[in-house]
């Protein structure tokens, strides 16, 4: 995905944005190309997102180090999680992530969305909004 001046925008630029050392994260969603954790194979990694009702959990280290070590995202879902909280996997199945305060999505190779809900423009937003491209990024209410 590319922001406005042609420039590839990662996982690791949009984390670089990002208050997250306050949250858990959950990754519901993978498809992409690096080096995956604990020595998987993207196959591997993939799957094991796929098996986990409510996502793999990262704290926010582990999180950092596993966007610096993808080459490219396909798709995603990530969301944060309140610390010590699970969530709904109820909500997850149906594609309700109002209840979490920070989501990251990719689609298609093409398309950033974040949606953050930590307050009216959050710096962490405002500094997200450099990389809009209209074809590139869009905000969820």
């Known amino acids: ?7 590839y925008v990662s996982l690791s630029d949009l984390l670089a944005h990002v208050p997250g050392e306050r ?41 950092r180090e596993f966007a610096s070590r993808v080459e490219q995202v396909q798709d995603l879902i990530l969301l944060a999680v309140a610390e010590g909280a699970e969530p709904d996997p109820a909500a997850l199945l149906a594609m309700d992530f109002s209840g979490s305060p920070f989501v990251i ?27 809009h491209d209209t074809q590139g990024h869009r905000d969820l209410p």
């Open 1 to 7: 995905m590319h922001g406005p001046r042609g420039r």
């Open 23 to 63: 949250w858990t994260w959950r990754l519901l969603e993978f498809t992409g190309v690096g080096e995956m954790p604990d020595g998987l194979s993207v196959e591997e990694f993939e799957e094991a997102v796929s098996a986990a009702p409510t996502g793999l959990p990262f704290d926010w280290p582990s999180l």
């Open 105 to 131: 999505e990719a689609v298609d190779s093409t398309e950033w969305i974040v949606t953050d809900r930590t307050g009216p423009a959050s710096s962490a937003l405002v500094a997200l909004r450099s990389f």
